[in-house]
């Protein structure tokens, strides 16, 4: 089963708007990334982040390490019709070797 | 384009088959690693190899097994298909055993009638 709680589960966003998902867990993580997959396609890595408290950016996106260690969070800004897809939280947990997938946040965008 | 490849693209076969699915890495990386996507498991990791070794292993079925080969390619191989076997099954890989950057390929789907 999950064991990351990724939210929201859907969202239709108007194009130019910010856009903000998270990820949660109960357990620590060392490590978080964020992919995005498109249909027919395998997920892309769009963000590594590796300590608690980092702040990472990739052009529009933002990510943030939680300073619990136990979430994380991405913001879109600006958001643009290819932004749309499924947007997928990753972690490894603290003395885990296997990475872990959230259940995917799908971003829609109305143009 | 990760640099990982994955072939075949598509897969349909029947109940109590047995399929290979192959995954080549990025030019460098040394681990592999297996996922299977269902609608209602998600990305579920199978496994992981190192350097042509076994290095963790994840919800895979004893009905599914793996090897790496010395010039890195993986063959993921699953045998006496069920209708449940059908998913997409990507391909990951990364520089070392424990680099937390996975890249992944296209994927293989899988249909079992």
């Known amino acids: 089963g999950q064991q990351l709680n990724q939210s929201p589960q859907s969202m239709f966003i108007q194009e130019g708007e910010d856009v903000s998902m998270n990820c949660t867990s109960s357990?620590?993580?060392?490590?978080w990334l964020w992919y995005k997959q498109d249909p027919g396609e395998g997920p892309v890595l769009l963000i590594a982040?590796?300590?608690?408290?980092e702040l990472t950016s990739n052009g529009r996106l933002t990510a943030q390490f939680g300073i619990t260690r136990k979430d994380s969070f991405l913001n879109i800004s600006a958001s643009i019709p290819s932004d749309v897809g499924i947007y997928f939280c990753?972690?490894?947990?603290?003395?885990?070797?296997?990475?872990?997938f959230g259940a995917g946040t799908i971003l829609r965008v109305k143009s | 384009d990760s640099g990982v490849t994955q072939t075949p693209k598509h897969l349909i076969t029947a109940t109590g088959q047995r399929v290979t699915l192959r995954c080549s890495p990025r030019s460098g990386d040394l681990s592999v690693y297996w996922y299977q996507q269902s609608l209602d498991q998600g990305l579920q990791f199978l496994i992981q190899y190192y350097n042509g070794e076994e290095r963790a292993k994840g919800n895979i079925l004893e009905r599914f097994s793996a090897q790496q080969f010395p010039d890195l390619h993986s063959e993921l191989n699953l045998s006496s298909l069920e209708l449940g076997d059908s998913a997409l099954y990507f391909c990951?890989?990364?520089?070392?055993?424990?680099?937390?950057?996975?890249?992944f390929g296209p994927g293989t789907r899988l249909t079992v009638t």
């Open positions: 990951a890989s990364s520089v070392s055993s424990v680099t937390y950057e996975q890249y």
């Open positions: 982040l590796y300590k608690a408290g």
């Open positions: 990753a972690g490894f947990r603290e003395y885990g070797n296997k990475l872990v």
């Open positions: 357990s620590i993580f060392n490590t």
